[in-house]
């Protein structure tokens, strides 16, 4: 993996991602609700904050429509491999792209396993994100069973061959998320995902010199009370958050860590 990235309290932040995943959660009017009060809190989104939330795909529009013009993306959770057709229960990127959708989760560990998603399935998905126009959060991570047999690092590897063949690199978006910490309150420490972080950020850069520029963000467990100890990794551009997204006041405490960073390069 190389040298572990040291742990820098005097990080210059010039770009920061938060982007919260809603998952299966809340009925219409508590999304409305989520929805106006994060766009109340965020409602400037200075930089170096980057903000997305993804909600589930039948509250897409009535979220998007109150995010529309503000500073928070619309992001979905997932596309389908298909262009169109019939294929019943699936969603095509290019209607969510119809819907003012920007960034699409592809590869989520949950959508992985229960799913049955292969690679095959996540490059297609990955084409048709990117020929509308919309940029991919490709999430990639190891189970606990990996994890304690020190395989991570070749799982990662493997997720990543992926993007051999990819091209478009300004619209891409990296997520690690041990899914042995997603949901469990178990929290990967500082030197393993600073040293994971850097794995991806150099593999990246073997696959392609423009691979330097793609963001990669973490994604197990993600709390306000995380966020000094990731705003001080210069390999963390960003976090996944799940269930504090559901939180308008734990994402806002999230959001404002990063705005009040106090070594902000403002862009």
């Not at 119809?98 to 690679?119: F, P």
């Not at 994100?129 to 991570?141: H, K, N, R, Y």
């Not at 690199?169 to 994971?196: C, D, F, M, Q």
Request: glycine fraction near 8%.
């Amino acid at each position: 993996m190389g040298k572990i990235p040291r742990l820098d309290g005097e990080r210059k932040l010039t770009g920061f991602w938060v982007i919260g995943n809603w998952k299966m959660h809340g009925r219409l009017q508590v999304c409305k609700d989520l929805a106006y009060q994060m766009l109340a809190m965020t409602s400037q989104c200075p930089d170096p904050l980057h903000v997305a939330v993804a909600p589930a795909l039948v509250h897409l529009d009535v979220v998007g429509s109150i995010l529309k013009n503000s500073a928070i993306l619309l992001a979905a959770q997932q596309a389908s491999a298909h262009v169109d057709g019939a294929f019943t229960g699936q969603c095509s990127a290019a209607m969510l792209a119809d819907l003012g959708v920007q960034l699409v989760l592809v590869g989520h560990s949950e959508c992985r396993a229960d799913l049955e998603q292969k690679d095959d399935v996540l490059r297609a998905q990955m084409q048709r994100i990117a020929e509308q126009g919309m940029s991919v959060v490709l999430c990639l991570g190891e189970d606990l069973a990996a994890h304690e047999a020190g395989q991570t690092v070749s799982v990662i590897d493997r997720q990543l061959d992926i993007l051999r063949d990819w091209v478009d690199w300004s619209r891409l978006l990296v997520a690690y998320e041990p899914v042995w910490s997603i949901g469990t309150g178990k929290v990967a420490n500082p030197e393993h995902i600073a040293a994971i972080h850097g794995h991806i950020h150099q593999r990246l850069q073997d696959l392609g010199d423009a691979g330097q520029v793609v963001p990669v963000l973490y994604g197990g467990s993600v709390k306000p009370a995380l966020m000094p100890q990731l705003l001080a990794l210069s390999s963390v551009n960003g976090v996944l958050v799940g269930g504090a997204s559901l939180d308008a006041d734990q994402f806002g405490q999230i959001c404002k860590a990063v705005v009040d960073w106090p070594h902000v390069e403002r862009a």
